[in-house]
């Protein structure tokens, strides 16, 4: 069996092929997601368990689209984007309730017809409930005919039981996320990478022209409240003892570049690292697509100007920004990721005093370090060690809950140094995978030794301030402080009185601690 919606086939009937593994709400009480796995092959699938529209229903549907259709355009004088989308969605309620009779619709009817109206107009249509779902990264469409697919946090690639039927259907979707985008594609231009409005990245090739089997877009889902350390800890992704050593780090001002693939969750790290800086401290972050959010207020976003024409003259590229934020005297200057030209002067404002933050595609510090001294970056080799911390981050595979999961681990904390005319890397942590466990060498570390000197104090008063700090995100992730809010709360609260936070660790936090934690 199968129903279909809007030129998209929903496969509903799994009975006897699959048994469930999980289940959990979308949109409460019209989609959910089930976790369906075959029972020949063990293979995964992802199934949408949306309300059905039965052929009546569809028939109604056409017609209250054309009444909202009628009455769609709102005041003009309703610019926010916020604003339209609530007049569009009680545009939506108040057609269902005009018509209700004349249609002779019960109320069941009315909600199953208002959520499909709200879902295609002001929602993503049939991916509506996957992109409600935060334990989807990715979404991506392969053409006519073939199930849409995503990537599952904790399933990774798997097929859904959504189904593109015509060229059409597939067409008018991608046509729709372009819009909302704010761009345009057409067989003049079939390749479009576009932000939507919740800051999720897509990208489209559009007909035929460039892909044979149809329309093709992949999602990049944006995650609307970023991860923090805690929840890195809670994770897995990082110890305790990890966050304190870069709290210290960021404390003394320190440099990091973040390594992996793709999806590996670079810029997941690089932003809950960045809440560590000094509240006060002024940040740039230069990025292709705005990802990075922090909670502090003297901060500067930048973003690169794109040419769509033969004349390139308008352009502003990534290398133009990064030069331009010298002149800004930043405390932190965060450049999303650096690809070319623009690693030359990110190293250039490191190796002059300023912090420096980044992601780099690389499967390893050696690859890392080859990469950097290589066209289009050409980074002196003596520039490297400027960058004082480099991390490396994976997608494993782990035990849970009986089955094989994907997880995401710091496989290895390292910090460069030059030695007999090279770069090496000295570890500072290390992730064991026998026990899914980092495991600490701070008295290896340089930088420690580095601050020692500067403070004028032994390496072991160091490696005892990141143990307090470790202490502290300990017993946050205790307290299941989570919200970004509230962690930066206590992290300035730490650089401005730090006797009020240790308190805490002791059992004897003050009533201002105590109303962060509820």
Do not use: C
């Amino acid at each position: 069996m199968s129903s279909v919606s809007l030129g998209f086939e929903r496969i509903i009937d799994v009975k006897g092929q699959y048994r469930l593994i999980e289940r959990y709400p979308l949109n409460e009480p019209y989609a959910y997601a089930n976790i369906m796995e075959n029972m020949e092959t063990g293979s995964i699938m992802y199934y949408v368990d949306e309300v059905s529209l039965t052929p009546s229903e569809r028939r109604i549907y056409g017609e209250l689209l054309r009444f909202v259709m009628d009455e769609l355009p709102p005041p003009e004088n309703i610019t926010n984007t916020g604003m339209v989308r609530q007049f569009l969605a009680n545009k939506v309620r108040e057609v269902v309730r005009r018509y209700r009779r004349y249609l002779r619709l019960s109320p069941s009817e009315q909600s199953t017809l208002a959520y499909y109206l709200e879902r295609d107009l002001l929602g993503f249509g049939p991916i509506d409930p996957l992109m409600r779902d935060e334990n989807i990264e990715d979404i991506s469409a392969d053409g006519v005919g073939k199930p849409i697919y995503v990537y599952h946090k904790e399933y990774e690639s798997i097929p859904t039981n959504i189904i593109p039927l015509s060229d059409e259907a597939i067409d008018d979707l991608v046509v729709k996320m372009i819009h909302m985008a704010d761009r345009h594609v057409s067989v003049a231009t079939p390749i479009v990478d576009a932000q939507l409005p919740d800051g999720s990245r897509i990208a489209v090739t559009y007909r035929r022209e460039v892909s044979p089997g149809g329309s093709t877009f992949t999602i990049r889902k944006f995650r609307s409240n970023p991860f923090t350390f805690t929840e890195l800890v809670i994770n897995g992704m990082i110890s305790p003892e990890i966050a304190g050593y870069f709290w210290t780090m960021m404390d003394y001002h320190k440099s990091f570049m973040v390594l992996g693939v793709t999806g590996a969750g670079k810029t997941t790290f690089l932003n809950a690292m960045a809440t560590f800086i000094r509240p006060n401290m002024k940040i740039i972050t230069v990025e292709e697509v705005p990802e990075v959010k922090l909670p502090h207020q003297n901060w500067i976003r930048l973003v690169p100007r794109l040419s769509f024409g033969p004349q390139k003259t308008a352009e502003i590229t990534m290398f133009d920004l990064v030069k331009a934020t010298l002149r800004m005297r930043p405390d932190y200057l965060i450049v999303g990721e650096i690809r070319g030209e623009e690693a030359y002067v990110l190293f250039q404002a490191v190796a002059t005093g300023h912090g420096g933050i980044s992601t780099m595609h690389a499967e390893s510090f050696e690859a890392a370090k080859n990469r950097l001294l290589s066209p289009p970056m050409n980074i002196p080799l003596a520039y490297i060690p400027s960058m004082n911390i480099f991390i490396m981050i994976r997608r494993v595979r782990i035990m849970k809950g009986g089955r094989e999961r994907v997880a995401r681990r710091v496989i290895e904390v390292s910090e460069p140094v030059l030695n007999n005319g090279d770069v090496e890397f000295v570890t500072v942590f290390k992730w064991n995978p026998t026990v899914d466990k980092h495991e600490a060498y701070l008295e290896r570390s340089v930088l420690v030794k580095d601050i020692a000197e500067e403070r004028g104090v032994k390496p072991s008063d160091v490696i005892d301030d990141i143990k307090t700090r470790a202490a502290i995100v300990r017993w946050m992730v205790d307290n299941n402080i989570r919200e970004l809010d509230r962690v930066a709360k206590i992290v300035e609260l730490f650089y401005n009185k730090p006797d009020q936070v240790l308190s805490m660790v002791t059992g004897r936090p003050t009533q201002q601690l105590t109303a962060l934690v509820r």
